[in-house]
């Protein structure tokens, strides 16, 4: 009973896939078998709590029962996020799986987690006698969240391409390898036309409630900041952010320092970026604070256009013929306002 609890708690682990593959459960017995219809509808509850809490959420696990309906929950509910089509939503869905995992990682003994990491293919070396835990810099970089200060390599002792790292640092390391994993695999698979006809309500559900969010989120008002009249290179950055898509650096100090520039608070900053589906508030808040000046030395100045094509983040396939009269994303706001002005 203690391995099938372990199992459900970690779905994800090649381990539960081979439990059920042992157990020669087909998709079909899943989707139609009523002795599974707890299961199914725990996968659409993983769903709906990873985008309303970013957690898919905690279940009763006392019963081998239970715990078979949360693991079967967890295939049900990533067929069911494929069929809902949207990108934000996935990555909304992998988030909760991945701090859901978390939470119940860093209560782990450490070998327990040098388990886990086996299943990311980290090289890691442990101590037991002193407790160190060493991993290479090259997965360290993969995975680690280096965007806060703490984690950046600079604050790090490294012995040989090693890093020491602590065990609830491993238990995050693996929150995001997981998260990067969800989202590579749901992106590669396409909906099965079974699993939209038995839960299509659901799916339709899921569908309204992401387009009210995303309707809720954009006419809800920001500071003195008129969305409207963003030049085409902010709203893609923008709307690439909130979309969940895999934004450059560039592109997110670009977005940042604009902002900055139009004298927008760093709440009102932060407020746009945590419509992302894997906003973090306290990574997001370093990287506004440091590029505004609130913890370092210097307020960074956005970049112009040329700049911005050099980075390769001026979609040049939107730009209108006010944009091609400008060379500073700040000179088209500041055009568009007066463009306004003289209308009234």
Same mark, same amino acid.
């Given at each position: ?10 779905p ?21 078998d009523?002795? @599974?219809?707890? +299961? =199914?509808? &725990?996968? #659409?509850?993983?769903?709906e %709590?990873? !985008?309303?809490? *970013? ?7 006392v ?7 949360e693991?079967?929950? @967890?295939?049900? +509910? =990533?067929? &069911?996020? #494929?069929c809902?089509?949207? %990108?934000? !939503?996935?990555? *909304? ?105 038995i ?8 569908q ?72 973090e ?21 956005p ?15 939107q ?26």
């Amino acid at each position: 009973m203690e391995e099938l609890v372990t199992l459900s708690k970690y779905p994800f682990l090649n381990e539960t896939k081979q439990y059920v593959k042992d157990n020669n459960l087909s998709v079909i017995e899943l989707l139609d078998d009523p002795l @599974y219809e707890r +299961a =199914r509808a &725990i996968g #659409v509850e993983r769903l709906e %709590n990873a !985008f309303k809490d *970013r957690d898919v959420g905690n279940r009763s696990l006392v019963s081998e029962s239970d715990c078979i309906m949360e693991i079967l929950s @967890y295939p049900i +509910a =990533r067929m &069911i996020a #494929v069929c809902v089509d949207d %990108n934000y !939503f996935i990555r *909304r869905y992998a988030l909760g799986e991945a701090v859901h995992a978390y939470k119940n990682l860093i209560n782990e003994s450490t070998n327990f987690l040098l388990e886990i990491a086996q299943e990311f293919k980290f090289n890691i070396k442990y101590e037991e006698e002193t407790n160190k835990i060493r991993i290479y810099f090259k997965d360290y970089l993969r995975n680690a969240p280096t965007h806060y200060k703490e984690w950046k390599m600079i604050n790090r002792t490294m012995e040989k391409g090693f890093l020491h790292i602590k065990h609830k640092e491993l238990a995050r390391i693996i929150q995001e390898a997981l998260r990067t994993r969800i989202n590579s695999e749901l992106d590669m698979r396409d909906c099965n036309k079974s699993v939209y006809d038995i839960f299509s309500s659901d799916i339709k559900r899921i569908q309204n409630t992401v387009i009210t969010y995303r309707k809720k989120i954009q006419v809800e008002p920001i500071g003195k900041l008129d969305l409207k009249k963003l030049p085409p290179c902010m709203k893609h950055i923008l709307s690439s952010i909130q979309a969940g898509e895999n934004v450059p650096h560039m592109g997110r100090f670009a977005l940042v320092s604009f902002l900055n520039s139009l004298k927008l608070k760093t709440n009102d900053i932060l407020k746009l970026l945590s419509t992302a589906p894997d906003y973090e508030e306290e990574k997001s808040r370093y990287q506004v604070e440091h590029i505004t000046g609130s913890i370092s030395s210097t307020s960074y100045k956005p970049p112009g256009c040329e700049k911005m094509r050099t980075y390769g983040i001026c979609p040049v396939d939107q730009i209108d013929n006010l944009c091609r009269k400008k060379r500073h994303p700040l000179s088209y706001y500041i055009a568009k306002w007066g463009e306004e002005k003289s209308k009234k």
